[in-house]
């Protein structure tokens, strides 16, 4: 089972000073979030996490495509993100945003051990599009 960040954990990252989080608000659930790690001229995306009744609604979709655009409003160049090897679903949301896989990470995850698949995104072409 994959571990949620803990509340001391979310804290953490809104008081660093160095990122961006985004949160889906559904009703009064907070359905989702995005958390990056912005460093420019890179960020780095470090959780995407949607709760399991709200999946498949395309609030995953939304919360990237609107960090996206933030970061690319930032000057920010190229955005990375680590992934699961077997989280085919995940590979394929960052594919479908314009990810691509760059590297491995060997036994870069616990519980189950298993690799990382480094993926990357060009965010000087997204900028040129605008």
Known sequence: MLSPWSIRQLEAELCHGAGLLLVAIC???LAGYVAYRVLPPEAELLRLVVLPG?????IATSLLDKGIQSLVG?????CFLEVRGSNQSARALYGH???MAVGMRKSYYH???ED???MQLDMNELAEGI
């Not at 709200?54 to 395309?58: C, K, S, T």
């Not at 930032?74 to 190229?78: F, K, P, S, Y």
């Open 111 to 113: 519980h189950p051990e």
């Open 97 to 99: 945003c314009g990810f």
């Open 74 to 78: 930032q000057g920010i160049a190229v």
């Open 54 to 58: 709200y999946r498949r609604l395309g």
């Open 27 to 29: 009703g009064q659930t």
């Open 116 to 118: 990382a698949v480094v």
